[in-house]
């Protein structure tokens, strides 16, 4: 099976986690954030991302969509953003490698100082 392949679905949202230099851990989601990626056989992508868990429900929220290029050699899977929540990320290219663990996607960026991982669980019903 192709990466292609693997990453083709609906997934839930289980951690997202952002680690600075210093080693603090930051979760702009809570503890149990909510959200779900979605990528077509077609090449399209959606993602939305909402605060979940301890806190004040509402606080963090984030979507955007477009098409996607993988490069399997290089595990790399980049988001052509063509319309998102946040305006300032439209039109943007957002690469993020990629690992898979059996129905564990981890998708990774490093931005700035900062790594930003985010963890995905391949959604039961589909």
Request: glycine share 10%.
């Amino acid at each position: 099976m192709t990466d292609i392949e693997r990453l083709t679905g609906t997934w839930k949202l289980t951690a997202c986690a952002i680690r600075f230099p210093d080693g603090t851990i930051y979760r702009p989601y809570g503890t149990a954030p909510i959200g779900v990626i979605l990528y077509t056989p077609e090449r399209w992508m959606s993602c939305h991302m909402a605060f979940g868990g301890e806190g004040t429900i509402g606080s963090s929220y984030s979507s955007y969509h477009g098409p996607f290029t993988i490069d399997e050699a290089a595990k790399v899977v980049t988001h052509h953003v063509i319309g998102a929540f946040d305006p300032a990320m439209a039109n943007t290219d957002q690469p993020r490698a990629y690992t898979f663990d059996g129905n564990t996607l981890v998708l990774s960026a490093g931005i700035e100082e900062r790594i930003v991982e985010v963890t995905w669980t391949r959604h039961p019903d589909v």
